[in-house]
């Protein structure tokens, strides 16, 4: 099975429960002798920390596609069962970082269906909750209560003081049984090739992380948030002892910008590359085996205005090192729009360090059921041609989703959609607010143009 098949979101989409009969004997734990030291204690903490942690519920509607023999298909006319919407309920978790005003930190895939949301806090009431921003490439939403009233939040630790081996807890929902609290340590820091859509800068830890657990808390034993819980290493569909956890670095910025903005403005570093390795090292005689390599810089940008080269590798920002190309994304992707960045570079084997402005993005990104439910399963993104015409970039499809049964393919490009001309994912919007029945996308497939009608 591909690693990508393995990995799930910890989100319980429905729960099913079965109850043995028989039930497990527990050893009693030793009484305390007078005078002795206590026994130590998880309690004390996640009695201050449990009320900052919430259920999340959704209800929306989903489209499950269905494969119908085409020579059926002309006695469904236009309601056609490839493409139906279905009624479905979801959990996960939350995690309250501003009591007043009632902020909650979730996963971006918790939420991104839903018609509706409420979340239930662990003294049983429950509040609705409206969304504030999504983002898709790190899979990070903001939440809000109506009229919070007696919440409690969250302190925020700085994740780039973690270190492996750091005792870490995790709470969440698992499978909607309430709140579960586990423990283990911090596993790796800064995983990433784990073929998930977008950022991968990953908190890595074995505290069981189950299914209901998205969105929930990561958390250091004096009870401050370290990660937002995201999705588990599962090759036969439960916890193995590998979860991952996105830095609360970076969810503690995003979440800025997301009350800000409503939505993440990200800074463009301007250049095209790749994680750096033996082969690449070997040949290109450079003496760096970690890092960044620069295969191409984008022409005018703040890379190319400051001097960066293609075969230069990137090894530091900000006089952090780095360890991945996969780490520079993601930590420049948490970084506005005009922010200067210091990058350290190794070329032609010394090193030197430039500052480099990044450069305003122009692109977006969605999940595109959000726009069409009939274009489930892709994710598109602003885009350009080769020759510069601009268009709907489709970066992802998953496989058997409605996306790729229409006949999608990544890396194909939509430039009209029924006779209108599209340049970017907000003009896509705003040709198919009417909800029409039919659908004509027209691709450009390499430098092939076709037509692919979706219902």
Do not use: C, W
Not at 75 to 88: I, L, N, R, T
Not at 118 to 126: A, K, P, Y
Not at 196 to 205: A, P, R, S, V, Y
Not at 298 to 310: T, V
Request: charged share 20%; no cysteine; proline share 4%.
């Amino acid at each position: 099975m591909k690693k990508k098949n393995q990995l799930l979101s910890a989100l319980a989409l429905s729960v099913g429960l079965s109850l043995s009969a028989s039930f497990p004997a527990f050893a009693a734990l030793p009484s305390q002798v007078p005078g002795q030291t206590a026994i130590p204690s998880l309690a004390p903490m996640l009695e201050k920390v449990l009320p900052a942690v919430v259920s999340v519920q959704v209800e929306g509607t989903a489209v499950q596609s269905q494969r119908v023999p085409e020579e059926l298909k002309k006695y469904f006319g236009d309601e056609s069962p490839d493409q139906q919407a279905q009624p479905f309920e979801g959990l996960g978790s939350g995690v309250i970082i501003d009591a007043a005003k009632g902020y909650i930190l979730t996963n971006n895939h918790v939420i991104s269906q839903a018609d509706k949301i409420s979340v239930q806090l662990n003294d049983g009431r429950e509040f609705d909750a409206k969304l504030i921003g999504g983002d898709d490439q790190s899979d990070i939403a903001l939440l809000q209560v109506q009229n919070p009233s007696n919440l409690t939040q969250i302190a925020i630790a700085d994740s780039d003081k973690l270190r492996v081996g750091d005792f870490a807890v995790a709470v969440g929902n698992p499978f909607g049984l309430g709140q579960t609290a586990t423990s283990g340590i911090i596993s790796a820091l800064g995983r990433s090739g784990l073929n998930l859509e977008g950022l991968e800068n990953f908190i890595q830890t074995d505290a069981s992380i189950n299914r209901g657990n998205s969105g929930g808390a990561l958390l250091n034993l004096n009870g401050e948030l370290i990660g937002i819980n995201t999705a588990i290493l599962a090759p036969g569909g439960g916890s193995i002892g590998i979860g991952f956890a996105i830095p609360s670095n970076m969810a503690k910025t995003l979440a800025q910008q997301l009350i800000q903005f409503g939505e993440v403005k990200r800074g463009l570093l301007g250049i095209k590359g790749m994680e750096m390795s033996a082969d690449i090292a070997k040949a290109f005689n450079i003496n760096v085996q970690r890092g960044a390599f620069v295969s191409e810089v984008l022409p005018n940008s703040g890379s190319a205005k400051a001097g960066i080269k293609s075969g230069d590798v990137i090894v530091s920002l900000n006089d952090k090192p780095l360890s991945s190309f996969a780490e520079l994304r993601s930590r420049i992707a948490t970084t506005e729009p005009g922010a200067k960045v210091k990058l350290g570079l190794i070329r032609d084997g010394k090193p030197l360090n430039v500052e480099v402005t990044l450069d305003k993005s122009t692109s977006s990104s969605a999940s595109a059921e959000l726009i069409a439910p009939a274009l489930q399963g892709a994710t598109l993104s602003d885009g350009q041609l080769k020759d510069g015409t601009k268009g709907i970039s489709i970066d992802t499809v998953e496989k058997s989703s409605p996306a790729a049964q229409a006949g999608l393919h990544q890396d194909d490009v939509i430039i009209g959609v029924n006779r209108t001309r599209v340049q970017s994912i907000a003009e896509l919007r705003k040709v198919l607010e009417s909800k029409p029945t039919v659908i004509a996308l027209q691709i450009m497939r390499g430098n092939e143009s076709i037509y692919i009608l979706l219902r």
